[in-house]
């Protein structure tokens, strides 16, 4: 882990390094949250927003849906792995959207899946503790979104359509743009159907509108690199780059 250069070591719980670290290496949160969760959750309820930008603009890089292998799972799986209970109360929507990623993958694959080892780990510890509604609608847009069965397909579409609430929607609308290229227009047609009626949508497609995160990954030509939110504090230590610990 790079060291912050107003401390010249790692210091867990300063806030000033962490967003430091995450700015400088942002593929580093994996190990972030695993090395201390507790902490992590902390530094999250303090910079919410920017923790869930960063998490949206890793899983930019590479479809949200793709189990590759020997890859691994999607950056936002193999994030959640790491996650506890405490950081799903704090980061409820990237939680419930890859707890629904997970259920998915497993429900399509079965036991058998080289990555069953991660779908197991991630639900045995998330599953109970993030919102159940929107759980299933993930679940049911990443089935979609692999579905290559006509018939099947428009069930599963139907089923969207039928969990598809207004502040559901528009909790994870972010997430539900990086997925749309595998949706073939249903995102963009329930977000206008529902934006037509209801507020709460008109105010997410507004937020979204000001993400250059989807501005990069939703644009012709397939994904990124977006930019990633930037490091910054009060004193001033995370707005550059950070040095190698010394020695």
């Known amino acids: 882990m790079d060291s912050c250069p107003a401390h010249y070591s790692f210091v867990f719980r300063c806030f000033d390094c962490c967003r430091q670290a995450l700015s400088a290496c942002p593929g580093d949160v994996d190990g972030l949250t695993r090395r ?13 927003e920017w923790v869930e930008s960063l998490l949206l603009a890793e899983c930019a890089h590479r479809p949200l849906i ?9 950056p936002l799986v193999r994030w959640a792995v790491c ?4 950081v799903a109360d704090v ?6 959207v890859a707890v629904g990623l997970a259920r998915a993958h497993q429900q399509r694959e079965g036991p058998r899946s080289r990555h069953e080892t991660w779908t197991s780990r991630l639900l045995d510890r998330l599953d109970s503790h993030v919102d159940q509604r929107l759980a299933q609608l993930w679940r049911d847009l990443a089935l979609l979104a692999e579905e290559r069965d006509p018939v099947a397909a428009a069930g599963l579409r139907h089923m969207v359509e039928k969990r598809a609430r207004p502040g559901l929607w528009a909790r994870s609308l972010e997430w539900l743009l990086l997925l749309g290229r595998h949706l073939e227009g ?4 329930l977000t206008v159907a529902l934006a037509d009626k209801h507020r709460i949508v008109r105010q997410a497609v507004n937020r979204c509108s000001r993400s250059t995160i989807l501005r990069y990954s ?8 977006p930019p990633r939110p930037q490091g910054r504090s009060k004193s001033g230590c995370c707005t550059q780059r950070p040095s190698r610990r010394p020695g």
């Open 218 to 225: 939703c644009a012709p030509g397939g994904y990124g690199p």
């Open 186 to 189: 249903l995102d963009v047609a």
């Open 83 to 86: 996650a506890t209970p405490a």
């Open 91 to 96: 980061l409820p929507v990237p939680c419930a």
């Open 36 to 48: 201390d969760p507790d902490a992590f959750a902390e530094f999250a309820r303090e910079h919410r």
């Open 66 to 74: 793709e189990w590759s292998y020997p890859g691994g799972p999607p």
